[in-house]
């Protein structure tokens, strides 16, 4: 049997502003949400993160050791406008540094695929106008997605709108800047999340019709507990929490059950022709999403939730085992996930993010054994290849998460690493910022260089 992904298939890694960048407060930025984020005091606050302002130039060449033909980061939107605002100036300092970054991108033979609003929007439009809730802050972030095409439009070609879109349901103020979690305030902000989206589509696609947009989810797949139809009832539910985004962006128009449940929620919902028409002429290009674990689900309060892992939720599932950090580990799951999209859309997708939150120790010979990540890896790789060669599923790429260690995003911890690249700094930001090659390192490159035939 001959292991197949496509001659052509995206090969990289993936990470975001805030957790790579750090100089919070220089080459003009403005602050973003991230840098007001109340932390766990023994933690990282983000502020030095891993010094990627100014180490970039190293890192991509890692990269490009790796034989990486893609990289996904995102643009920190308060380097380009600082307050975010529509009258203010373009800060050309920031548009440079990400101008910088892509041309050594390019010269390394990587194309970048860039992420605009990666959990950091900037914090002065959630402070004055309560984020996404406020209607002003579409035109904003319309203003800030134009600035980017126009800069970058003959570089780049691979757009994300916002990270895991769905992470307003539980994380509203990370994802879209809102005050509280309320069903009217988050239907709000996620009407008005999805237009400014589609709106970005269309700009695009204006500019350059050949530039390509996607969506991205957080997807953590969904299993009923049991196989009795209230378990598979309250599934479907909660997956749809997932769907509505991903159905609003790929297919142009709010699903019924959604309406339905706004309808029953007292949540005033409307849209007009006009709102209409952008989401239906704002559709992506393809579907991309992160995938870490799945979850299982059980409509009986008698079962005790599985309360084992930080941001995992549902109940326990006895067939699997779970990271460090009580993430269920399925790599089966993303099959099952690439199928579930697929059929439902039936546009191409990316696997965006994907990867062990792990601690590792360096040797005494100043190597890290990360068998653990390359074990977890594989495994996912080949239930993608599955999904391509068996079930047919169009697949353009895959980029790990955190490709070099980065900051955790829930907890602030650097000691939960994704990378294949080991940073020296801790948990309390001591260290010398040291990039070391880890096992999974050479393993990658090895399986980057087969086209993902080699795997061992
Ligand atoms: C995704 C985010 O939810 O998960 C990333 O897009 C994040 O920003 C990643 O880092 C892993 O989560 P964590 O909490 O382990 O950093």
């Not at 969904?222 to 009832?233: E, G, Q, S």
């Not at 994704?418 to 990658?444: A, L, P, T």
Request: with cysteine; hydrophobic share 35%; net charge negative.
């Amino acid at each position: 049997m001959e292991r197949k992904l496509p001659k052509d298939f995206y090969w990289g890694g993936s990470v975001s502003s805030f957790q790579t960048e750090g100089h919070r407060n220089e080459g003009g930025k403005g602050l973003c949400v991230y840098d007001v984020r109340p932390m766990n005091p023994e933690f990282s606050d983000w502020n030095d993160a891993i010094d990627e302002y100014t180490r970039y130039d190293e890192d991509i060449a890692l990269m490009k050791g790796m034989g990486f033909n893609f990289y996904r980061f995102s643009i920190c939107w308060s380097r380009i406008i600082p307050n975010g605002t529509l009258d203010e100036p373009v800060n050309e300092e920031g548009v440079k540094f990400y101008s910088d970054l892509i041309d050594k991108l390019l010269a390394a033979g990587i194309e970048p695929m860039i992420t605009l609003v990666h959990f950091d929007m900037p914090y002065h439009l959630v402070k004055e106008y309560n984020g996404f809730a406020s209607r002003y802050v579409v035109d904003c972030f319309e203003r800030f997605a134009k600035v980017c095409f126009e800069r970058y439009k003959d570089k780049v070609e691979y757009w994300l709108t916002f990270n895991e879109i769905n992470c307003i349901d539980f994380s509203g103020w990370v994802a879209a800047g809102i005050p509280n979690q309320n069903p009217q305030t988050i239907a709000d902000a996620a009407k008005n999340q999805l237009i400014a989206s589609a709106k970005s589509v269309i700009t695009l696609h204006n500019i350059n019709p050949n530039n390509k947009v996607g969506n991205m989810i957080g997807y953590g797949i969904k299993y009923p507990n049991t196989c009795h139809p209230n378990d598979i009832l309250k599934t479907w539910e909660e997956a749809n929490e997932d769907y509505f985004y991903c159905d609003v962006q790929a297919r142009g128009y709010y699903p019924r059950y959604k309406l339905k449940e706004y309808e029953r929620n007292g949540v005033v919902f409307s849209l007009n022709d006009k709102e209409k028409e952008i989401l239906k002429s704002g559709t992506v290009d393809f579907i991309s999403f992160s995938y870490y674990m799945s979850n299982c689900i059980s409509a009986d309060p008698k079962v005790a939730p599985n309360q084992s892992g930080n941001m995992s939720f549902g109940v326990k599932n006895p067939y699997l085992k779970a990271s460090a950090w009580g993430w269920q580990i399925d790599p089966k799951g993303l099959r099952i996930a690439l199928n579930y999209l697929y059929d439902r859309y039936q546009k191409p997708l990316m696997v965006v993010e994907n990867g062990l939150g792990a601690q590792d120790e360096v040797d005494e010979n100043n190597k890290i054994h990360d068998t653990y990540r390359i074990d977890y890896l594989r495994d996912h790789i080949l239930a993608m290849e599955e999904a391509v060669r068996i079930d047919g599923v169009e697949l353009w790429g895959y980029t790990s998460w955190g490709c070099i260690d980065l900051v955790s995003a829930s907890t602030g911890e650097m000691h939960k690493r994704y990378g294949f690249v080991y940073v020296n700094y801790q948990d309390d930001c001591s260290g010398n910022g040291e990039r070391i090659r880890k096992d999974s390192f050479y393993w990658y490159k090895k399986v980057i260089s087969s086209q993902g035939r080699d795997l061992k």
